[in-house]
C-alpha cells in the first residue's frame, strides 16, 4: 500500500479500539515523510490483530490445573515405503524457525551465521542445509525448505546464504516468510517509540509461523506433512524420517520429541496434561519449585520439549485459516523515546506467540520419546547453560557414536568431524567403513577419503 493511499481515518479509529490513541500526540513533532511511513506500520500492524493487545495478568497455566506426562511412546526405526514416496513425490516440506539474532553469542548476524563445528566451523545454516542436500541427492529429488525468518534478520539471512551458494541446494526451493513484530507494551499498557517516529516492537515468537505462511498459502497446499525444527539445534534432522513416519502412518494433526530430563538448570517447555490435553508448559508458567521437584531420581515433570516436531499438511491448512493461539507475555528492559523526555530505559512487555501450543487445539497427537544426546543440543548463550562449548562437544559425540556405529571404532581421545553424507549413509559408505582397519589421518573425514 502507498503512503498517499493509506486512511489515516480508519487508522485513528483502530488505534482507539486498542486504547493507544496517546500515539497520535507524539507523532505530530515527526515530518510528513515520517508520519507517513508511521501509518503505513500501523497499516500492516492492524491486519495481525483486532482484539486489544496488552498483558493478560492470568497466567496461561495454573500450577494448580497441570498434571505430568508420563507416557511416551517408543519410536518405531522400521522406515515406511509410503514415507519415502511421500518424500521422492516432494509432499514434505522443512520448515526451519530461524528468526532468531546472534547477539547473546556476541554475534551481530543472525544466529543461523553463527559457525558452530569443531573443525570446519560451520554455520547452523551449513550443518541443517547440508543434511537435506545429502538427502535430497540420495532420493533423486528436490526438497522444499521454508526459513521462517524475522524483519530484523531477513535480508542479512537471505545474503548469508547467497554467499554460501545456498549449500548446494537449488534456491527455487527455498522460501522465506517473515514472523510478524508486535508493540511492546510498557507497565501501563502503552505502546511506546524506540526512536523518534519507530514504534518499539519485538517478533512475535514461533507461534507467528502461520501469520507468516498465509501470502503462500497456495504454493503450499501440496504438502501433506510439515517437519519444523529451530535453526539453534544443530543434532535435528531437517527431513527426521521416522517421525514423518509415525505422523502419516497414524494420521496424527502433530508428533513431537520429547527426552528425559536430566538438568534442574536446563529451562525448556515441559510435557504436561492441562485440560484434557497434552500439552507443553514453557518453564516461565512453572514455579521453581514444581520444576525442580523430583519423585526419587527422576523429576515430577520428567519429559522436556525438543522443538521438533512434524504437522499434518491439512493441520496446518486448518491454522492459516483459523489459528488462533494464545499470548504470552515476558518481561523485557529497553529503551524508550519521547518527544518531551528523549530516551530512558523502561521495563516492558513482549508478547509472543508458541508452536507448542498447537497442542491445546487437537487431540490427534503423538509424543516420542527420544535420545536427548542424538537429538538435542540447543545453542543459546555464549557461556552458561547450553552455550557454544557444549555445542560443540554434544556434536563431537555424535559424530563418535556415529563413526562407531559404522566402523565399531573407539574413538574417544580423538577430535574431528564428520560429513554429512555418515548421516545417511549408502550401502557402499557401510561396506568401506566396516572394512576399515585405521582411523583416518585426517580430523575432517568424507566418504571420499575412507580407505579400505
Not at 48 to 54: L, T
Not at 126 to 135: F, R, S, T
Not at 275 to 292: P, Q, S
Not at 432 to 441: D, G
Amino acid at each position: 500500500m502507498s503512503d498517499e493511499h493509506l486512511d489515516h481515518r480508519k487508522i485513528h479509529e483502530w488505534l482507539e479500539t486498542q486504547d493507544q490513541t496517546q500515539l497520535l500526540e507524539e507523532i505530530k513533532h515527526l515530518s510528513k515523510e515520517k508520519q507517513n511511513a508511521f501509518y503505513l506500520s500501523l497499516s500492516t500492524l492492524s491486519t495481525f490483530f483486532s482484539n486489544k493487545h496488552a498483558p493478560n495478568l492470568c497466567k496461561l497455566y495454573p500450577s494448580s490445573e497441570i498434571a505430568p506426562f508420563i507416557e511416551p511412546i517408543e519410536e518405531d526405526t522400521q522406515e515406511s515405503s509410503s514415507t519415502i514416496q511421500l518424500l521422492q513425490e516432494g509432499k514434505v516440506a522443512c520448515i526451519l524457525l530461524a528468526g532468531g539474532d546472534g547477539s547473546r553469542l556476541s554475534h551481530d548476524k543472525p544466529k543461523g551465521c553463527f559457525p558452530i563445528s569443531n573443525i570446519k566451523k560451520k554455520s547452523l545454516f551449513a550443518l541443517h542445509l547440508e543434511k537435506i542436500k545429502v538427502l535430497q541427492d540420495l532420493l533423486h529429488t528436490k526438497l522444499t525448505l521454508i526459513l521462517l525468518t524475522s524483519d530484523t534478520n531477513y535480508k542479512a539471512t537471505e545474503n548469508f546464504l547467497k554467499e554460501n551458494q545456498y549449500f548446494g541446494l537449488d534456491p527455487k526451493y527455498i522460501l522465506f516468510v517473515e514472523q510478524p513484530s508486535f508493540p511492546l507494551v510498557d507497565e501501563a499498557n502503552k505502546w511506546f517509540f524506540k526512536e523518534e517516529g519507530k514504534l518499539a516492537v519485538g517478533p512475535n515468537g514461533n507461534g507467528g509461523l502461520f501469520q507468516a505462511l498465509r501470502p503462500l498459502k497456495n504454493q503450499i497446499q501440496k504438502f501433506e506433512q510439515f517437519m519444523v525444527i529451530s535453526i539453534d539445534n544443530p543434532l535435528a534432522i531437517p527431513f527426521d524420517i521416522s517421525l514423518i513416519n509415525m505422523n502419516h502412518k497414524h494420521k496424527n494433526d502433530i508428533s513431537l520429541r520429547c527426552f528425559k530430563r536430566n538438568d534442574p538448570e536446563e529451562r525448556i517447555g515441559i510435557f504436561s496434561h492441562y485440560k484434557e490435553h497434552i500439552t507443553i508448559v514453557d518453564y516461565g508458567n512453572f514455579e521453581e519449585e514444581l520444576y525442580r521437584q523430583k519423585i526419587g531420581c527422576e523429576f515430577l515433570f520428567p519429559y522436556g520439549n525438543v522443538n521438533i516436531f512434524c504437522l499434518s499438511g491439512s493441520f496446518v491448512m486448518e491454522m492459516l485459516v483459523e489459528a488462533d493461539l494464545p499470548i504470552h507475555w515476558v518481561k523485557k528492559h529497553t529503551k524508550a523515546y519521547s518527544h518531551d523526555k528523549g530516551s530512558k530505559h523502561i521495563d516492558c512487555f513482549k508478547s509472543e506467540k508458541f508452536l507448542t501450543d498447537l497442542l491445546l487445539l487437537t487431540d490427534k497427537v503423538g509424543i516420542v520419546n527420544s535420545s536427548r544426546d542424538d537429538c538435542f543440543a540447543p545453542l543459546k548463550s555464549k557461556k552458561g547453560v547450553n552455550d557454544v562449548q557444549s555445542v560443540k562437544h554434544a556434536l563431537l559425540e555424535n559424530d563418535r557414536r556415529i563413526f562407531y556405529a559404522l566402523t565399531g571404532m573407539d574413538t574417544h581421545d580423538k577430535i574431528f568431524e564428520l560429513s554429512m553424507d555418515f548421516h545417511f549413509p549408502t550401502d557402499a559408505l557401510i561396506k568401506k567403513c566396516k572394512a576399515m582397519k585405521k582411523f583416518p589421518e585426517i580430523d575432517y573425514i568424507t566418504s571420499d577419503v575412507i580407505n579400505v
